[in-house]
Structure formats: C-alpha cells, structure tokens
C-alpha cells in the first residue's frame, strides 16, 4: 500500500506520481487505476477512487495505492442485466462476484460491471449485498432518491427474498418446514425454511429458505449451527467441500414498487418477471 501526500516538487499528472513514489511502471499504474485501486483524498471532500491518469494534482492531494497483482489480474465471472425499471434494475451475480468494490479495486464486483453496462450514463448505488461466493437477484438504484426509498423497504423488511440452499445431510428428519431462530451475534436472527427433496447418492438436501433479520451470513450460519452446513460454505461447517462452489442463490424478491406503487416479484425460476 501507497499513501503520499503531493508536494511543491511532485509530478503533477497522477500517473507520473504513483509510478514515482509507488516504484511501479505507468503501464501498471494505469492498469491499477482503471480497475479502481487508486484513491484521492481532497481536502475535505469525499474520498474517491481515482481513474483518469492525466489528472493534474494539487499541493496536499492525498493518494492512496492499494496494489495486488494477483488481484489486479483476474478475470471476473460476468453479472447479466436480468431488467431495467428506469429507477433501479435487477441484476443475477453468479458465484466468485463482489456486490462492491474494495480498496483494492473494483473491477471483481458487481457495481462496476452495472456502471460500465450503462456506460457510465447512469449513476449506479447499491441497496442490499450478497456474499461474494453466493449467487442470484441484486437491486442496484440509479438515483440517490431510488437507493433511498429501496433501502427503506429493505429497512422495513418489506422486500421477501427467498433463497434455494443445498445443505449436507437430510434435513427431512426435522419436518417438511421449520425455523432457526438462534441468536447471531448477541442479536435476534430468524430463518425460515422449507426442504425440496433429498439426494441420498450425495446425501445433500435442497431447501428453500427465507430470512427475517438481516443478520452477518445468516443463512450460511444458521444451518451450519443446526448441523446442516452449505454445501461449498468456505467458512462454515466440515464435511462439506464443493468443486462447483457455495450453495446459495438468490431466487425471488418481491416487494411493492416505491415508484408505481405495483406489486413486483422478480424470479430467476420464472422470468420475465410478473406484475
């Protein structure tokens, strides 16, 4: 990491000062700052990811460089535009894809890819997050006021989602349908659940699951805690290791458009989506 306040005798173009004091050569300087690992601290405006090389510099301009090549050189699965309702659009994050960016870039994550979608015409915020190794439907808002109304409904947990989960073990043995309603982290957590069928040949149990509070991996947590971890969970639980990744999709959000006032469910099972 790279952290250099400009002084009277600095290189004035942004490209020339990270490669100077950074060690770094311009080609991957540039490279690291389209991909968004470069950040301008101005005065006291907004700290803000930096990409256009030639941007002239002033005196007291803080620079930060957070620098991975290993980083800087993958190749992002690809997220599709599922719809586009003018205030907000629904998107599908496949597995391995960040909803945002890090300090370290954002060219892995979902907000970038929407931005670059757009062409960079529309603005683009986000309003709920998905674990980076789960997959499924994302809300991203393309105005302050739209992030605005749309967080407010997750606030008042008036947008239901529903997950598809693949859990080791059967979960049959605890009934068709059931709640985990164990504390997370010193808080109130509750999921519902409802099991599909089981696969004995991998002894996995595909489950539908619905969450009340929007607790840390709570899903993930949940099942783990109950004895049924995700099947490919990096984190939680033993025993289940999965080549094709972490077992969790978002399938369904539903909720009343703050815009039209019209009733919206979005489904990756049945779409386009019904009003």
């Known amino acids: 990491m790279l952290k250099k306040t400009v002084g009277p005798d600095d290189p004035e173009r942004a490209c020339d000062f990270v490669a100077l004091h950074g060690a770094l050569s311009k080609q991957k300087v540039k490279d690291a700052m389209n991909k968004g690992a470069l950040w301008l601290q101005r005065k006291k405006n907004k700290r803000r990811r930096l990409r256009r090389a030639a941007t002239v510099l002033k005196k007291g301009d803080v620079l930060e460089l957070y620098y991975d090549s290993a980083l800087l050189s993958r190749d992002p699965p690809r997220a599709c535009c599922l719809a586009d309702e003018a205030h907000y659009s629904i998107w599908y994050k496949p597995p391995g894809l960040l909803t945002q960016g890090t300090n370290f870039g954002d060219h892995c994550s979902l907000l970038r890819q ?16 998905l674990d980076r190794e789960a997959s499924g439907l994302v809300i991203l808002a393309h105005s302050g006021d739209a992030a605005g109304r749309l967080s407010r409904l997750f606030l008042a947990h008036e947008v239901v989602k529903r997950y598809e ?4 073990g059967d979960l049959r043995g605890h009934g068709a349908e059931g709640k985990i309603d164990l504390p997370l982290d010193g808080k109130d957590a509750l999921t519902e659940y409802w099991t599909e069928s089981y696969d004995a040949v991998s002894d996995t149990t595909i489950v539908h699951a619905a969450i009340r509070t929007g607790r840390l991996h ?11 971890p995700v099947m490919g969970d990096p984190r939680y639980g033993k025993g289940n290791k999965n080549s094709e990744g972490m077992k969790v999709n978002a399938i369904l959000l539903k909720f009343r458009s703050p815009f039209s006032g019209k009733s919206m469910t979005y489904d990756l099972r049945d779409y386009p989506p019904s009003q």
Do not use: N
């Open 165 to 168: 989960v693949v859990v080791v």
């Open 114 to 129: 929407a931005e670059l979608f757009f062409e960079l015409k529309r603005p683009v915020h986000p309003v709920h997050r």
């Open 218 to 228: 709570q899903i993930r947590r949940h099942f783990c805690m109950i004895g049924f």
